[in-house]
């Protein structure tokens, strides 16, 4: 069987190599230079650091899985860094039971009452329950109105912008339910990972073809298909792409009622800029979610803070990490203008900073980020089997009801590969 996998991301790459297994003769088309989708990372003297920030929950089995699978998990770093948010100036602790009722912004039993519905939500298994309600509805009377508006709110805010009161409490739901308070990392960078998968397809006979742009999906007689490439046609007997639903549904022919009932719903775009510092922007702080009004930026995520400085050559690293819709102004501001606009906001975290600790900086950018997850999301979440024959569609806009993660793509594929097998 010849399949052809639209994207090396990592459900595509998860899905290469378990149809390599299965015998498939597979072939892998990605747009970008290298494999590894939005987890993908860059060189940084010998190791690699991720475009955006990523860790890995210790609920996270299927990639943890992989990884010892292809020989990695020895080098995954468990720890429990320091997650903050930023109320009235001052980061506070708040990742435990502890921490919440101690965290000081809140009157003593307003603590209680938050402390109480977030244990709910650890306790509730049944999701569905809550997927239909609006987040911030439910929050305002379970968490109570202070908690809502000092943490809830902001961070809703943050993440989803103008989208903030109508996103589904199931999201919130899995965010609580599902995370633990133990993150990991793979050592020396997720790059490794990717790179590991692609290498192995490769070793089972796939091709993989990057720098390559899938322009259209179309069927041929006989049951095969024809996927048309910046480089030219390839024909399969089945097409899996891993491209987000709204890109996939450009690719294919029209397909009405297919197209009414799935192509809907927003996206966010993700941007980062990182800074490589002289010495550390906060002193414990791994994970800064920003509840304060006014920051151009949703959360600062100081790496460096979770993995010592010394794997980067004694290099602080710091994300300052935004989603946004894809038309934002931000967008289009070069690097030394956004850390211009950044500077002064970044000595509120920090008032003793000053731009001569930046030795270095990047900018990163990508479409499709983020599914905006409304009350009736699940309703149009498409099946992986579309109405053109041995096409399927399997990606991160289909992860529900968990916020997206390398961990929900390596287990969509997987079972993926088992159905198609
Ligand atoms: C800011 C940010 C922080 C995150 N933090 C974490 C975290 O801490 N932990 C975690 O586990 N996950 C995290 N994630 C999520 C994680 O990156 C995604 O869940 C994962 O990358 C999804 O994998 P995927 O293969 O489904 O999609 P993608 O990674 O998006 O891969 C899709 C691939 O398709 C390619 N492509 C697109 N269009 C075309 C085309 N026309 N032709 C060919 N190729 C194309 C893309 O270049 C890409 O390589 C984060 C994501 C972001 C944006």
Redesign the pocket.
Known sequence: METTI????????TLALRLALQGDRVTV????AQ??????GFPLGDVTL?K??????RS?HA?IELLNEIGLGDDLFWETPDTSVLVGGKPYTLNSAGSVLRFSPLLPWERLRMGAAIAYLKLQSNYQKLQDKNAADWMRPWMGHAAYDKVGGPQLAGKFGDYAQDISMAWMWARIHSRTTQLGYLHGGFQRFYDRLAELVGVLGGELHFS????SIRDRRGGRVRVG?SHGDIIADRVVS???TR?TMK?LPTLPSFQRRYDVGAALS?H?LILSLDRHLMERVYWLSICDPGYPFLAVVEHTNFIPPQDYDGRHLVYF?N?LPMDHPLFKLPKEAVLEEFLPHIKRINPDFAPEWVRESWMFA?P???PVVTPDYHRHIPPHVTPLRNVYL???FQ?YPQ???????VD?ANWLARQLG
């Open positions: 639209l994207g090396a991301g990592p459900l595509g790459l088309i990605e747009r970008a494999p590894g989708g939005l987890a993908a991720e955006f920030y990523h860790h890995l929950f996270d990639i390559t742009t899938a322009t490439t891993t491209l987000p890109v690719l993700a980062c990490g989603y990508a499709f980020a983020q399997a990606n991160m992860v916020d997206r993660g390398q961990n929900y793509a969509m």
